[in-house]
């Protein structure tokens, strides 16, 4: 019933910007939360932000706090990332995702998430 397409990935050199961008249709009504997770090569899929829909509160992981900001434009029901100062291990598949369920907590586990989108590719190259 939801459906999230992401864009923005691509080939930057280290030290670049790359901001990441998230459109979800369909029954976007009930959206409590929306995050981004990665997955490189041989890693488990890993937590990287989320931001509360209302209110707009944000957690990152440690591994990009500082460097990454997620936010929300509400009448567009679009979610972005903006990643400054990549580095090489920046580099994986990055997945949109998407909750309709209130949770009190942090939502860093993958399968606290409702939707998925097919993911766009970010390399960091040295």
């Known amino acids: 019933q939801v459906q999230l397409v992401e864009s923005g990935g691509g080939l930057v050199q280290a030290g670049g910007s790359l901001r990441l961008s998230c459109a979800a249709s369909?029954?976007?009504?009930?959206?409590?939360?929306m995050g981004w997770f990665r997955q490189a090569p041989g890693k488990e899929r890993e937590f990287v932000a989320n931001?509360?829909?209302?209110?707009?509160?944000?957690y990152y992981a440690d591994s990009v706090k500082g460097r990454f900001t997620i936010s929300r434009d509400n009448a567009k029901n679009t979610v972005y990332l903006q990643m400054n100062s990549l580095k090489p291990e920046d580099t994986a598949f990055y997945y949109c995702?998407?909750?309709?369920?209130?949770?009190?907590?942090?939502?860093?586990?993958?399968?606290?998430?409702?939707?998925w989108g097919q993911g766009t590719q970010v390399t960091v190259s040295s």
């Open positions: 995702a998407a909750v309709k369920t209130t949770i009190i907590g942090l939502l860093i586990a993958p399968q606290l998430y409702d939707y």
């Open positions: 369909g029954r976007t009504f009930g959206i409590y939360a």
């Open positions: 931001i509360r829909w209302s209110g707009g509160s944000t």
